[in-house]
T-cell receptor
Framework: AQSVTQPDIHITVSEGASLELRCNYS??????LFWYVQSPGQGLQLLLK??????LVQGIKGFEAEFKRSQSSFNLRKPSVHWSDAAEYFC?????????FGAGTRLTVKP | GAGVSQTPSNKVTEKGKYVELRCDPI?????LYWYRQSLGQGPEFLIY????????DSGLPNDRFFAVRPEGSVSTLKIQRTERGDSAVYLC?????????????FGPGTRLTVL
């Protein structure tokens, strides 16, 4: 069955530093992969998605992610983090009729 | 335009009571999903509607949980004989169709607390 794992529960980075959030998937075929962000009191917002084609996907708010089949990974990156990026980030893979989410990575941004 | 809305935003109830949670999807969206998010976890699928029918209810944890979407727009998640373990944030999402290319838009959720 399709699933994703986010190995990091909590990450702290300094404002202006680069960011990489890890996501590993389990799926036999080519997966449909997503990254969502959830700020306190807000709904989940889609950052980017990968279906096929170019393995480097650009998203909103300056985020990008790279699909690596050999490593079963879909890591999220941002070259320079802003204080407003502090939130919970979820990786997800499409299931049969649903989205299957990882447990999330909480990002703290230090001034 | 308006996004997905959910009411109430917070619901506190006592063990054994009945609760209803409402979801208003984006107008015109035929697919509607309910998820449950426990503390420190990602959302977990409960049920998916295509139009008025529940196309997949495999995520409902037991028969105390039921959901309807009688006119193909608003949906209500109903929980009977609530238990403390039902405490969570209940999220609703909608998409234009069920196709993978159609983004699922999430509401802000209803935080349910069962005392």
């Amino acid at each position: 069955a399709q699933s994703v794992t986010q190995p990091d529960i909590h990450i702290t980075v300094s404002e202006g530093a680069s960011l990489e959030l890890r996501c590993n998937y389990s799926y036999g075929a080519t997966p449909y992969l997503f990254w969502y962000v959830q700020s306190p009191g807000q709904g989940l917002q889609l950052l980017l998605k990968y279906f096929s084609g170019d393995t480097l996907v650009q998203g909103i708010k300056g985020f990008e992610a790279e699909f690596k089949r050999s490593q079963s990974s879909f890591n999220l990156r941002k070259p320079s983090v802003h204080w407003s990026d502090a939130a919970e980030y979820f990786c997800a893979v499409e299931g049969n009729n649903d989205m299957r989410f990882g447990a999330g990575t909480r990002l703290t941004v230090k001034p | 335009g308006a996004g997905v809305s959910q009411t109430p935003s917070n619901k506190v109830t006592e063990k054994g009571k009945y609760v209803e949670l409402r979801c208003d999807p984006i107008s015109g969206h035929t697919a509607l999903y309910w998820y449950r998010q426990s503390l420190g976890q990602g959302p977990e699928f409960l049920i998916y509607f295509q139009g008025t029918g529940a196309a997949d209810d495999s995520g409902l944890p037991n028969d105390r949980f039921f959901a309807v979407r009688p006119e193909g727009s608003v949906s209500t998640l109903k929980i009977q004989r609530t238990e403390r373990g039902d405490s969570a944030v209940y999220l609703c999402a909608s998409s234009l169709t069920k196709r993978s290319a159609d983004t699922q838009y999430f509401g802000p959720g209803t935080r349910l607390t069962v005392l």
